[in-house]
């Protein structure tokens, strides 16, 4: 199902939720709605299922107009946070339970969440009640919910939120396997950086009720369109350097240099860092303040002629706090917009 969105506004009396957003999403997507607490991202979802109306704009599903239409004819599925199981009903009878609601014979109900859970691997969960599940299982009932009923597009809010690290992650890989083989429009809500980066086709960053950038994740990474985007994603943070200071400080910039640009950043990975005795010739020179190892990765913090940089390189680290280093940048991002 292809989802068009065309200026949509909703208004909470002062708050604009969501503000004049248009948008269109490929059959077959998986796209993640990103971005901090209170900037839209459940609103245009719960306005997409029908449960919120919308106070101006346009939703079409595929070119059909969707305003008007109730939550229970739009061929949705929702999965959300608190998994929102009947807590009366077995696990096989909350999987039916959608297809109940559509008059399916129940030998043909039961068949197919036979199917549906042998895909999610609860099978063996089936008489069960959700009050005996953990929350992995509970989030997989709640999605085999969700697909058995074949729909158009699936929502999903904030699901995996309640679930430990380790469970976040192998959820995150059953939902990208189980939306490839069913081939369903996917519309993902979280305010999870890595988790929207390793599931999505494309990601929409919002801000304030607004699409800041729509694109995928690697764009978004690489190729920021403003210091909002470039700041929001990635970890560590990116450094951000005002033109003036780093025209002064650190390097020459005449090959880029650009009267519109207020504002240089450059990602922690793209600090390449020499031992000083190497005597690298047009680098800059820094001082190691910080170092802490993770691990795989070690993160630096640089001081460059008073400006503080954040650098991580990843294998074995050589470095000692204190030290002198050269260092020279492999990629500069250029923004219109000041730090």
Avoid: W
């Avoid at 503000?19 to 993640?32: C, N, Q, Y």
């Avoid at 030998?107 to 005996?132: D, F, G, Q, T, W």
């Avoid at 909002?228 to 390097?251: C, H, M, R, S, W």
């Amino acid at each position: 199902m292809k989802v068009t969105i065309e200026n949509l506004k909703k208004q909470y009396e002062k708050i604009m939720a969501v503000d004049d957003l248009s948008i269109t999403i490929k059959d077959g997507e998986l796209v993640s709605i990103l971005g901090p607490s209170g900037c839209g991202k459940s609103t245009l979802l719960y306005v997409l299922a029908g449960i919120v109306e919308p106070t101006e704009g346009n939703i079409y599903f595929d070119e059909k107009l969707i305003n008007n239409i109730p939550i229970e004819k739009r061929n949705i599925g929702l999965v959300f946070q608190n998994y929102s199981l009947y807590p009366h009903m077995t696990v096989l009878e909350n999987l039916m339970f959608p297809l109940k609601m559509n008059k399916v014979s129940k030998n043909k109900a039961i068949e197919e969440a036979k199917a549906i859970s042998n895909l999610l691997k609860i099978e063996e969960l089936l008489k069960r009640k959700p009050k005996e599940l953990s929350g992995g299982q509970q989030q997989r009932v709640a999605i085999g919910r969700a697909l058995i009923k074949k729909p158009g597009l699936l929502l999903m809010d904030e699901p995996f939120s309640n679930l430990d690290a380790a469970l976040r992650i192998e959820m995150r890989e059953e939902v990208k396997n189980l939306q490839k083989d069913f081939n369903i429009t996917t519309l993902f809500v979280t305010h999870d950086q890595e988790e929207a980066l390793s599931i999505s086709n494309k990601i929409l960053l919002m801000n304030k009720g607004k699409v800041v950038q729509f694109s995928t994740g690697e764009e978004l990474y690489h190729s920021p369109s403003s210091i909002y985007v470039a700041t929001f994603i990635g970890n560590p943070k990116i450094n951000l350097i005002k033109k003036e200071d780093f025209i002064k400080n650190i390097g020459n910039l005449e090959k880029i240099l650009d009267e519109r640009i207020k504002t240089f950043g450059i990602r922690a990975e793209d600090i390449i860092i020499y031992p000083k005795e190497e005597r690298y010739s047009e680098l800059t020179i820094a001082h190691i303040k910080n170092i802490i190892s993770l691990g795989r990765d070690t993160h630096i913090t640089l001081i460059c002629k008073g400006i503080e940089l954040k650098s991580i390189i990843t294998g074995e680290c050589n470095y000692k706090i204190g030290q002198d280093v050269f260092i020279k940048f492999k990629k500069i991002h250029k923004f219109r917009d000041s730090v």
